[in-house]
């Protein structure tokens, strides 16, 4: 381990975005189940309300909104208190108030997305570096020294290797958490067109 860490320069740059990925892995797993199960209860209680027959619906859907911190909660609550001015007001407040939650769901993604990006080219910066390297050693000294040509072939070898390990698992979490992140910003627009319906008289 500490032969390949020792290996190349570049692996100081792998090694912090190594850690920058799994930090932002485990962040983005805790924060997206606390979210998502905030945003479920308020969903679930928001569709009862819908559903059911008692009047002021809205009354109560807007104090539900101020006990829930959540982003369909903060995205009905824009709409609502703009229900006097119209649908369109509605529509556009709940359009806004839903472009402001999405950078906050998709916090960190694009740093993730960065390290996915930038590892691969460490690691073939990594192997150009190293098999320069190589063809120096021949040109001072020759094919007769096999262990200094291993040196940087290893340097090559080691840094790509490092790379891929780093941007493989960083892809296929990143593409995750953007799917989660997708289905929750579709459970909140379904939500704020069945509470456009509610305005537009279709539920008493």
């Not at 570049?10 to 189940?33: D, H, N, T, V, Y």
């Not at 945003?39 to 009354?59: C, M």
């Not at 063809?135 to 940087?152: E, S, T, Y």
Request: proline share 4%; charged share 25%; with cysteine.
């Amino acid at each position: 381990m500490f032969q390949i860490l020792r290996s190349s320069w570049l692996m100081i740059p792998l090694g912090i975005c190594s850690i920058m990925a799994l930090a932002i892995i485990i962040e983005r797993f805790i924060s997206l189940r606390v979210i998502e199960a905030g945003a479920n209860r308020f969903v679930s209680r928001t569709r009862e309300i819908l559903k059911g027959a008692e009047p002021r619906k809205v009354d109560k859907i807007l104090a539900l909104c101020e006990m829930t911190s959540s982003p369909p909660a903060r995205v009905l609550e824009a709409g609502i208190r703009k229900k006097d001015l119209g649908r369109d007001e509605v529509r556009e407040a709940i359009q806004d108030a839903g472009s402001l939650e999405i950078p906050h769901l998709e916090r960190y993604l694009r740093i993730l997305g960065t390290v996915v990006t930038i590892t691969p080219l460490l690691g073939l910066l990594g192997t150009v570096v190293g098999m320069i390297r190589v063809f120096n050693v021949i040109a001072i000294q020759g094919v007769g020294d096999p262990g200094a040509l291993a040196g940087g072939i290893r340097e090559a070898l080691y840094t790509t290797a490092v790379g891929l390990c780093i941007a493989i698992p960083s892809l296929v979490f990143y593409n995750y958490f953007r799917h989660r992140t997708d289905r929750l910003i579709r459970k909140v627009e379904a939500l704020a067109s069945d509470f456009m319906d509610l305005l537009g008289g279709r539920e008493t």
